[in-house]
């Protein structure tokens, strides 16, 4: 079963959303989270329609139509969406009109537009797609089981399934959990990430969707080969052992492998989990990383399929993302490792067409 990667969109902090420049620069942050960069909603949607959708829903649907637009197809046939956190900002408002009216004169609006599959509803709704729709929330798998689920659609003879990983962050919930130690405690600068050694990643969100499908087009950004997740491995030994039979599995050797991505977020503990597997297999490798673009999310893993599926369509490494100093030359190949606080652990395999 062949699975081709025929369009793609990004909402991030970058500016990601024009598709005919490739990250052309980073933008620079100093701030407690990376905010995605805020579209031209009028551009896409009616201000009428909009006014009542959230952020998350409107910038789900923009990156819908431009990856549907990208693969030429107008209706997919399954919508799969992965959020970690669901339309937060909606959850949050009707639990605060809840305390603050004693649970009096509730409306249900927010409540119904807070639920986690908002997104791949409103969608569906917009282009009248009847097709199968679900949404996985499955915290730092949830953009991978998407993929896994659409890959099995392509298996049993669909075409196109348009998949999508969306996130967002807001000020309660980021204040909530930095106090568990999972955000750092100083506003850092994003492009000196890696020289911060302290504990808790640097944060963010944003929305990512793609059109996968059984047949490639002349247009094609990339295959994607391979998918595989790992729940909260025991040590970097059986990580290790993972990753090798991964590779095995797929008839891929580390010296096949042209470009590693990998998920180094700042937080000390879990960037020392990259470094052992990189030292081990990938020391002569040229590296890069991702999450200095865009901050650390449940679905943040969408993004870095996006920048891999990018590179393999452009054969352009942008320099702000590498990780060393190895020169990248033909990529073929690229492998993405990604973990949510150790806790979920992924491996992408991409390859050019």
Known sequence: MKAYINGTASLSPQNSLDYNEFLKGIVEYEDDFLKSIKPNFKDYIKPIEARRMSKTVKNGIICSEIAMLEAEINMPD????????????????????????????????????????????????????????????????????????????????????????????????FHIVRKNGRWKKIAIKNTELLNYKTEGAICGEGVNFFVLSSEKKKNTYAELKSLKTFYKPKNDKEINKKLLSFLENNNINITDIDLVITGQSGDKKGDAIYDNILNNNFIEKPVAYFKHLTGDYQTSSSFAFWLGANILKSQKVPDFIMQNNKKVKKVKNILIYNHYFNINNSFMLLSVI
Request: proline share 1%; charged share 20%; with cysteine.
């Open 78 to 173: 399954a919508i799969i969406v992965g959020t970690g956190l669901g339309i937060l900002s909606d959850t949050e408002k009707f639990l605060e009109k809840m305390l603050n009216d004693n649970e009096q004169y509730l409306t249900p609006t927010s409540f119904i537009q807070s639920t986690h599959n908002t997104v791949a509803a409103q969608i569906a709704l917009r282009i009248k797609c009847h097709n199968y729709n679900f949404t996985y929330v499955n915290r730092g798998f949830s953009f991978e089981t998407a993929l896994q689920d659409g890959m099995m659609h392509l298996n049993e003879g669909k075409k196109n399934v348009l998949i999508g990983g969306a996130d967002e962050m807001s000020e309660h919930y």
